[in-house]
């Protein structure tokens, strides 16, 4: 059984900060792909960012790109996902995931097996 608990969400105002943070269990975290999506009320789920295994390299949405950053500490079974200069279009609820991609079946392929509870990001004044 997988289990994956997001924390860090909150409310902040435009051009803030949040670290949100995602503590792993239940399977061995670094033999696999991570991701966080998130999903705005009333609105289909939209990937943010991914992250290899091995922490390699990493892929960002292109609204994300320049503002957020998602690192894993492997050691502490933990993913981390960094967001700066948070503008309203942000506010969602985000989601940790484990992707199927791995050392052996690939880097990350985009399709995911296990989900967190979100945490909810509201950008506002």
């Known amino acids: 059984e997988a289990q994956l608990v997001e924390s860090g969400g909150g409310l902040v105002q435009p051009g803030g900060s949040l670290r949100l943070s995602c503590l792993a269990s239940g399977f061995t975290f670094d033999e696999y792909a991570m991701s966080w999506v998130r999903q705005a009320p009333g609105k289909g789920l939209e990937w943010v960012s991914a992250?290899?295994?091995?922490?390699?390299?990493?892929y960002y949405s292109d609204a994300m790109k320049g503002r957020f950053t998602i690192s894993r500490d492997n050691a502490k079974n933990t993913l981390y996902l960094q967001m700066n200069s948070l503008n309203a279009e942000d506010t969602a609820k985000y989601y940790c995931v484990k992707d199927r991609g791995s050392a052996s079946t690939g880097w990350v392929v985009y399709d995911y097996d296990a989900w967190g509870q979100g945490t909810q990001v509201t950008v506002s004044s």
């Open positions: 992250i290899r295994w091995n922490a390699g390299r990493t």
